[in-house]
Structure formats: C-alpha cells, structure tokens
C-alpha cells in the first residue's frame, strides 16, 4: 500500500514549548486514518505542523515524493491538500455562498464551480443548499461544520485533513457526517481525521495512530485496535 503522506521524525517547538517529540506517521493513499490520543498529546499540532502553519525543527514532512517540511501553507494548499481546523475557519460576515467561492480558487463567479460538484455536495450537506444566501455566522455549530467541509472539498482535493469533524454536533448531524466522509473515501480521497467520539473513529477507520506526549506511541489497522480493550485503556484510558 502506497503511503501519501508522511511523517519521518518530527519536531515541533512553539516559542519555548516543545510540543512534538518525533512524530512518525504514515497516511495510506485511498484509506481514511484516524489519529487519536489523550487531549494535550499533539494531535492538532501534528496538523497544524502538516499544513505549515507551524514548521517542523526537525525531521521530514513528505506528500507523495515531495518534501513540504519548510513549504508555506498556500504552496501545500496548492499541492491539491485541504485542512478544516478545530475553530472551522467560516467567515462569519459572508453568506454561505461567498464562503464557498472563497475556497473555490479555480472560480472568479458561483456560475463557474463545476455545477454536478455543487450539487453533490448540496446531496451531502443539504443545509449548505438551504442557507446558501444566509449569513455563515448565523449558522448552528452542525451546520458550520457542514460548510467548512463542504469548503474544503468544493474542488477536488488529494488529501482532507480535518481535526474534531464532530465535536459539539447531535448525533444526527454526526451520523450525517460520516455518511459524508464514507462517501469521500469511496471515491478515493485520502483522509486523515483527528477525532475524539469512538463511535465515528470505528465506524470510519481503515488506519490508526495514537499519540501520547507528542509522540506517535501506536499505530495499525482501526478494526484490530477496535477489538484490543487492553491497548485501548493502556493508551487511551477508555475501551471503544
């Protein structure tokens, strides 16, 4: 199996602290990865670090076989990579609509995003449709998190890295959201989710890595993990 990403040794210091502690991590091309650990073990920080938002002091960050270890945010982006953050990034002043021509680069107008991409995300995500014209900061927390997806896949994109897809939503909505992912993992896009609600990391993992103080302490197939209540305490301090 052919790893899209990876992760060979990295460190990551923000100002004094020294957050990651060598990561490694590979990224299955076509699989959808959870990444999982303990609150404060480095999981947002190992994206934020993905994307260049922080840069590695040490080791290697590589997409397919380029290193993008010390590459700006908007050269990854442009790599055809798509990140949705924990805050979801909407900005609230512009309707749904103007939020999604934003994300849209190869598109100056709404008429010129491919029309049956639309639509299909408007089948995924049809509350997007229903306030296309409505401020995206009077939406529910569901429903912004429905958009910054829907951003974040309104052209298609190699690799989706999105952190905590369902937290704060009602069950309804999450199970709206892995439906979603299950159908973007179906048609080959490469996932990587940090996620913290057990039931959405079984339902939707084919690959696992857990992080424990900024380390990547295990890693391997979701349904073997799923079924070893002993690893799941020792690492996580809960059984799935």
Request: glycine share 10%; aromatic share 6%.
């Amino acid at each position: 199996m052919t790893d899209l990403l990876t992760l060979q040794g990295v460190h990551t210091h923000i100002g004094a602290y020294h957050i990651l502690h060598g990561v490694d991590l590979a990224v299955p091309k076509g699989r959808l990865t959870m990444l999982l650990g303990r609150n404060g073990a480095g999981k947002t920080t190992t994206l934020r670090t993905i994307m260049g938002l922080w840069h590695a002091s040490q080791g290697r960050v590589r997409f397919g076989e380029r290193d993008i270890t010390a590459a700006r945010t908007p050269q990854i982006a442009e790599l055809g990579i798509a990140y949705v953050p924990e805050n979801m990034g909407i900005f609230s002043d512009l309707t749904v609509k103007e939020n999604m021509l934003l994300a849209a680069r190869g598109a100056k107008t709404i008429e010129a995003i491919d029309e049956a991409r639309l639509q299909w995300i408007f089948k995924l995500f049809p509350a997007v449709q229903k306030f296309w014209n409505h401020p995206a900061g009077k939406l529910s927390g569901g429903q912004k998190q429905m958009l910054a997806v829907s951003r974040a896949i309104v052209e298609p994109r190699e690799l989706l890295i999105v952190d905590e897809p369902s937290k704060g939503l009602a069950p309804a909505i999450i199970n709206n959201m892995i439906d979603a992912f299950a159908e973007l993992k179906a048609q080959g896009v490469t996932i990587l989710l940090v996620e913290q609600n057990i039931h959405f990391a079984q339902r939707l993992g084919d690959s696992v890595a857990v992080m424990d103080n900024g380390r990547v302490v295990h890693s391997g197939s979701m349904a073997a993990f799923s079924e070893d209540e002993t690893l799941q305490q020792s690492l996580l301090g809960l059984a799935l």
